[in-house]
């Protein structure tokens, strides 16, 4: 089904596409927190420029996901910044970004250890992640856009060598 997509390194002519993933300030909270909605480009590159690795996955010239690592520590990549464009969602296109981004950790990074981390309130990232095999390993309290009480899952998946 995924084999005509392709994953590569983010490219400035991409940030357009990726700005428009995220359709409501929840979306775009999931997204990353601390940007304003609606997303644009300087924010966007703003984001990419404190990460490494930020890549996407693309269907010929049409941009469909990205996802970024923020931090490397003891064996473990931690992956955020995860999107989809709406149309390409539940096609299978974030399974392949995700499995293309832990196999950057490991071949790059020698992590043996993805993380990412989802709000409780986020539905479809939580199902995809556990479809994946990710399990929790930590919770953390925050405030939401509203400034109301919302749990951020931390969850893990170990690397084969």
Do not use: W
């Not at 469909?64 to 003891?74: G, W």
């Not at 950790?105 to 556990?130: I, W």
């Amino acid at each position: 089904m995924n084999t005509n997509l392709s994953f590569r390194p983010v490219r400035d002519d991409d940030l357009p596409a990726i700005c428009t993933f995220a359709h409501t300030p929840e979306e775009l909270y999931f997204l990353a927190p601390r940007a304003r909605f609606p997303l644009d480009v300087d924010q966007l590159a703003t984001s990419i420029a404190q990460r490494s690795d930020s890549s996407v996955v693309c269907r010929g010239d049409q941009v469909l996901a990205f996802a970024n690592i923020y931090k490397r520590e003891q064996g473990a990549c931690y992956v955020g910044n995860v999107a989809v464009a709406p149309q390409a969602r539940r096609q299978g296109v974030a399974r392949f970004l995700m499995q293309q981004m832990a196999r950057l950790a490991s071949e790059h990074h020698a992590a043996s250890e993805m993380r990412v981390s989802c709000f409780n309130s986020n539905a479809a990232g939580l199902l995809l992640y556990s479809r994946l095999g990710y399990t929790p390993f930590a919770l953390e309290e925050r405030l939401d856009q509203r400034q109301q009480p919302i749990v951020l899952i931390h969850l893990r998946l170990p690397l084969a060598d």
